[in-house]
Antibody
Framework: QVQLVQSGAAVKMPGASVTVSCKTS????????IHWVRQAPGQGLEWMGI????????NYGQKFQGRVTVASDTSTSTVYMDLSSLRSEDTAAYYC????????????WGQGTTVTVSS | SYVLTQPPSVSVAPGQTARIPCGGN??????VHWYQQKPGQAPVLVVY???DRPSGIPERFSGSKSGNTATLTISRVEAGDEADYYC???????????FGGGTTLSVL
């Protein structure tokens, strides 16, 4: 079955960087886009960016441009999201999700990765 | 930037119909998708492309659009439908995904 399995929780100091991985299985990796969406405690969903694993083209939300990098590894069917210059406001659950096209629905989601930024 | 507007909360009695609106400029020209999220869980797709249902989603969940508003309708509401619901579109001008602020459905 289709699965998106994310890396485990992370605790980071302010100013540090974090990398969250999303390992996919059960489908053709290059046939679906992968989005990154985050959710701060008690808040709504916030879109961070998208990658097309077929070619590696990315598009990032304006709020995150310059601080987020998303990359894919076709040899392991894994997508990585790197967020730098962390601050306390980046404390959130981070989700990866797949979609067939860049305007399509996100039909399968990862389980989420909690990132805590604290000194 | 493009904005989707949802009411913070909707309340309905069991067995009644819940309607959750999602307003946005020219939303009629965009594909609207809806997600259900229960506490501590990842979102689940319940309606895609305005009104289609993924396999496994009950027929009680339906979507529609009229004017500048898309609506998620849940018929014969059950206690298990209590959750946060989010609408989603892609803004073609920025090529960015936008989520509504989310609506908490309470079953009285």
């Amino acid at each position: 079955q289709v699965q998106l399995v994310q890396s485990g929780a992370a605790v980071k100091m302010p100013g540090a960087s974090v990398t969250v991985s999303c390992k996919t299985s059960g489908y053709t990796f290059t046939s679906y886009y992968i989005h990154w969406v985050r959710q701060a405690p008690g808040q709504g969903l916030e879109w961070m960016g998208i990658i097309n694993p077929s070619g590696g083209r990315t598009n990032y939300g304006q709020k995150f441009q310059g601080r987020v990098t998303v990359a894919s590894d076709t040899s392991t069917s894994t997508v990585y999201m790197d967020l730098s210059s962390l601050r306390s406001e980046d404390t959130a659950a981070y989700y990866c999700a797949r979609s067939l096209g860049d305007s399509s629905s996100m039909d399968v989601w990862g389980q989420g990765t909690t990132v805590t930024v604290s000194s | 930037s493009y904005v989707l507007t949802q009411p913070p909360s909707v309340s309905v009695a069991p067995g009644q119909t819940a309607r959750i609106p999602c307003g946005g400029n020219s939303i009629g020209t965009k594909s609207v998708h809806w997600y259900q999220q229960k506490p501590g869980q990842a979102p689940v797709l319940v309606v895609y492309d305005d009104s289609d249902r993924p396999s496994g989603i009950p027929e009680r969940f339906s979507g529609s659009k009229s004017g500048n508003t898309a609506t998620l309708t849940i018929s014969r509401v059950e206690a298990g439908d209590e959750a946060d619901y989010y609408c989603h579109v892609r803004d073609s001008s920025s090529e960015h995904v936008v989520f509504g602020g989310g609506t908490t459905l309470s079953v009285l």
